[in-house]
C-alpha cells in the first residue's frame, strides 16, 4: 500500500466524485449532512471539496479500501482528535 495521496488515493477520490456528479451527495458519517461533489463544493456546510475519510485510522488497521466522503472539516476535526487521544496515551515503557 503506498502513501495515502498516492496516485490510487487520487483516482479513487476521482471515483467518488464521479458518483456524487451522477447520484447525487450522500451523507457524511461524521455530522449526517449531504456530501456534495467537487465542483457542487458551496453546497457543503464549509464550502471545501471532500475528503475522503477512514472510519477507522490505517495506523490502527483501517484501510484506504473503506474510505469513503466526508465533508473536509469533519473528517480534519476527527484527526485531530485522534492526533489528541494518542498523546494522551501513557508512554511506552520500552526504550
Known amino acids: ?19 456524487l456528479v451522477a447520484n447525487g451527495p450522500r ?3 461524521r455530522c449526517g449532512l449531504p456530501v456534495h461533489c467537487d465542483r457542487m463544493r458551496h453546497l457543503n456546510p464549509d464550502r ?3 475528503d475522503l ?3 477507522v485510522d490505517v495506523q490502527n488497521g483501517g484501510s484506504n479500501d473503506e474510505a469513503e466522503p466526508e465533508h473536509a472539516s469533519c473528517n480534519r476535526s476527527a484527526g485531530k482528535l485522534a492526533q489528541l487521544e494518542r498523546a494522551r496515551e501513557p508512554a511506552s515503557e520500552e526504550w
Open 27 to 29: 451523507p457524511c458519517r
Open 48 to 50: 471545501m471539496r471532500f
Open 53 to 55: 475519510g477512514h472510519q
Open 1 to 19: 500500500m503506498g502513501g495515502v495521496y498516492d496516485w490510487a488515493w487520487q483516482q479513487r477520490r476521482a471515483q467518488w466524485d464521479a458518483r
